[in-house]
């Protein structure tokens, strides 16, 4: 035979447990510090600045006339 369950606190504590995955989610997305995500900011400024620093300039082509054209 199986054990009795009171249905009402079973679904009690599966609302419960679900809150609590929604909150851990929360703190990994939300819960950093002020200086964790000053020190981010710096670094992706940084590698922002590298990167636009190893950016090569964009060089107009040379045009050069064909030669049929220069013996006309």
Do not use: H, W, Y
């Amino acid at each position: 035979m199986s054990n009795v369950i009171n249905l009402r606190q079973a679904r009690k504590a599966k609302v419960r447990a679900d809150k609590a995955r929604a909150a851990e989610a929360n703190r990994a997305k939300f819960g950093r510090t002020k200086a964790e995500r000053t020190a981010q900011q710096a670094e992706e400024a940084r590698r922002e600045a590298v990167i636009e620093g190893a950016r090569l300039e964009a060089v107009a082509p040379i045009i050069r006339e064909s030669k049929s054209d220069e013996e006309e």
